[in-house]
């Protein structure tokens, strides 16, 4: 009987798991030794798997919940059409004017960003607001900027 030194056998293990003797499913292999100071001769089995089959249908979608709910928003976002000097332009309402003025390319001069100064007033439905406070009301809006 001819024995095969333990560096063969890894060798021969390794090279079979590169020519695709292991599938990744699920595979099994034999490991074979001779123990050189007695005449026994242990075999191994071993399998192996990559699939977690530990938790089984935790993560599987429970059908008797019913179909589930979008998580967003139900009628979507309150889009108003509002007009910028004129022309249309979509907004959503609370957005900032100076948000949608950008958007719609229109050039309004800010100073300070807070309100205090009145740079950026404008007219917005008649009435003078400041474009870095004012945000967009409900239903139609007019903007008309001094520019």
Same mark, same amino acid.
């Given at each position: ?51 977690? #089959? ?26 108003? #059409?509002?007009? +910028? ?6 907004? +959503? ?6 948000? +949608? ?19 950026? #007033? ?6 003078? #607001? ?18």
């Amino acid at each position: 009987m001819t024995m095969i030194p333990s560096t063969k056998l890894l060798t021969i293990f390794a090279l079979s798991l590169l020519a695709g003797a292991y599938h990744s499913a699920c595979s099994a292999f034999t490991t074979t030794t001779h123990n050189a100071h007695s005449s026994r001769i242990t075999t191994t089995t071993t399998t192996t798997t990559t699939q977690l #089959e530990i938790f089984g249908n935790a993560f599987a979608n429970d059908d008797s919940l019913g179909k589930r709910d979008n998580p967003g928003l139900k009628k979507g976002p309150n889009v108003n #059409e509002i007009t +910028v000097n004129g022309k249309p332009v979509k907004a +959503v309402a609370g957005q900032k004017v100076s948000q +949608v003025l950008a958007a719609a390319r229109v050039k309004m001069t800010y100073s300070c960003r807070k309100g205090n100064c009145g740079t950026c #007033e404008m007219l917005m439905n008649g009435r003078v #607001e400041k474009a870095c406070n004012a945000k967009i009301p409900k239903g139609k809006c007019a903007i008309n900027t001094y520019s």
